[in-house]
């Protein structure tokens, strides 16, 4: 478990180049050896369970990073980087970058309208990259009241959906569509009774979408069967009902995958380091590693929005 960190370096291999002890840096959720051949690349993610390599999670005091001259991301060395910007800089490895991305995929401009559906750490973040980058209006789809007041608190407006049909909701704000959509959710949506329904989010982007927009797709939708990493992997279809007729209709684009940190990661580093960007404000506490057990039992029950884990220098 745990699969984003920043930290100190205390020692490094001796063919690891770029950086070096006393660095301080941040680790992206995946590492990959820095070539890509005809076969593509094969990542190694940390705190993903034997399915994706054995290189253990970041919650621990000490972290191994295999290929750390080409994923280890630095932090810039100013007065207010170490531990004031902590939860700002860390959010780069996996979520701030992916939430960002997500944008990206949708072929998001500024000026763009923006359907984000979850507001949970990842589509809170990918509301207020929306606001960040010049969106003319955010939506943010969800549940849970004390998400929904955070994404209203940043600008987005609250979207309900055990209230009404969300769809319904946004084109009451935007009849012909929302020109952008983003699910942050993936095969664990559910439905206003709250049942599992593994496609509701994607049929609901198609119909809030607005022609010629597109779909960013960031929601985890890799279902490989039960495996000792994943024992419960066969309660997730592989296989979803897609609306390909409205889909090819409207003329709707699509992109999907999981994210690569590094491509975004300067950039975000450089919006934090100015101060144009704050995306720690989705931390809602800060423990010592003592309490994980309640408090991943407090975020199940949607007590939290994102905890961080902070060891003793």
Partial sequence: MG????GVVDEIGSAVGFVDVGDQVIVPDAT???????????????????????????????????????????IPNTNDTRNTLDNDYL??????????????????????SVAVF????????????????????????????????????????????????PVDQILDYEPKGVTRSVDCIGYEAVNAVLEHEQNIVIKNMVSVTAQGGGIGEIGWFIASG???????????????????????????????????????????????????ARPGFIVSSEIGI????????????HMETKVMIRFED
């Fill in 91 to 112: 959010l780069v490895g996996d979520i701030f970058a992916t939430a960002w991305a997500g944008l990206d995929f949708s072929g998001f401009e500024p000026g763009d």
């Fill in 226 to 276: 039960n495996s000792s990493g994943t024992p419960r992997g066969s309660t997730m279809s592989p296989k979803i009902e897609f609306p390909i007729s409205e889909f090819f209709d409207k003329g709707l684009s699509m992109r999907s995958g999981a994210v690569d940190v590094l491509p975004w990661a300067s950039t975000l580093v450089e919006l934090i380091a100015s101060g144009k």
């Fill in 118 to 165: 979850g507001s949970g750490p990842v589509g809170l973040l990918a509301a207020y990259s929306a606001i960040l980058r010049g969106a003319s209006a955010v939506y943010a789809v969800d549940h849970v009241p004390e998400r929904l007041r955070m994404a209203e608190s940043i600008g987005a407006v609250p979207i309900n959906f055990r209230d009404s049909d």
């Fill in 3 to 6: 699969h984003e960190c920043i």
């Fill in 32 to 74: 990959y050896d820095g070539y890509v051949g005809f076969e593509g690349r094969e990542d190694v993610g940390f705190g993903y369970g034997v399915d994706y390599g054995l290189v253990g999670g970041c919650q621990a005091e000490y972290v191994r990073v295999p290929f750390a001259g080409n994923n280890l991301i630095p």
């Fill in 290 to 301: 003592e309490e994980v057990p309640e408090y991943y039992e407090r975020f199940d029950r």
